[in-house]
């Protein structure tokens, strides 16, 4: 826990805002200098104390004539794990996720749920599987109730038992209100909770989000997120793709970058920050000595490199929050006025764009 700081304005820039929404035991306190954090998911615990997989992903390889969509990918989902597949337009995500769900076998390695093979002849295996993709699949001259009736007769659900599932749906969903009304008169935002709601009718132990917030208004993406970290802390495992990466930020205990058909990286947030070498950044403004507040900077264990000119020094250090008032202590003692503090985190971003070379829109 960093001291406050008198007489400091501190900014801190965490350079994902969603990162904040995933912290439980945070303590921001700007112009005093108090920054205390603990990265701690809500999921963590429930999964890792489960032993067995939801689904293991073993050396997928999928070809499409002399194109390899998809090269030796190999991962695995907790029960109440989401994980994040992140990558750029055609880096493999829609192959990945077709072959998990039984629609594609892949040329080589095998996934399994729950133990089971999965390929495109097990329909046991997809009886575990609730796949909500990027397009609606609902139809908009049925009321949402009446889509959720079609899509659980398919799933061999019927009776008191639909009939049950469906108003626990459409609570989950949010449309309790909505469920006899033509989908057509539904909001974008609506149709899309409703896809998600037929995924999840058959009470799946994974469900694979493609995309379920594209093209929705900012209230409608809230709820959906909210839904998507209810169904993970109810002990559902959860397989989510995004172009939004401060959804991944907020929803994923652990993702995969994907580039160009290759796992490039996977881990929890702070594992790809280490393994990508992405730091905590510190800008100091002020008077006075800078000349000697930088070398004398240079001497602290926890900073690694230091620029500095007439007004301002730059640093890169370990754990900023924690560093932050020996750096500016060790400043002011060798004749620096300290009058400006800010404090910039990395996120996911940073990591994906120094794994790929491009941003997870391009």
Known sequence: MVLPIPGVTVTVTVLSPAVRDRVLDTNIRLGAGLFRTQHTHGNQQRWLEMTDPVLVANGLVRRFGDLTAVDDVSFRIEPGETYGLLGPNGAGKTTIISMVAGLLGPDAGETRILGKAIG???????????????????????????????????????????????????????????????????????????????????QPELLILDEPTVGVDPQSRNSILKSVEALAVSGMAVLYTTHYMEEAERLCDRVGILDHGVMQAEGTRDELLVLTGETDRVHLEGTGNLEAATTALRRLGAVKSVTGDRRNIDLTVEDAPVALAGIVGAAAEAGMSVTDVEVARPDLESVFLNLTGRALRD
């Open 120 to 202: 495109p002849g097990v329909v046991s295996a997809k009886a575990h599987i609730g796949l909500v993709p990027q397009e609606l699949a609902i139809y908009p001259d049925l009321t949402g109730r009446e889509n959720l009736r079609f899509f659980g007769r398919l799933q061999k659900l019927g009776g008191d038992q639909l009939k049950r599932r469906i108003d626990e749906v459409l609570t989950v969903i949010g449309l309790e209100d909505r469920g006899g009304d033509l989908t057509k008169e539904y909001s974008g935002g609506m149709k899309r909770r409703l896809n998600i709601g037929i995924g999840l009718l058959h």
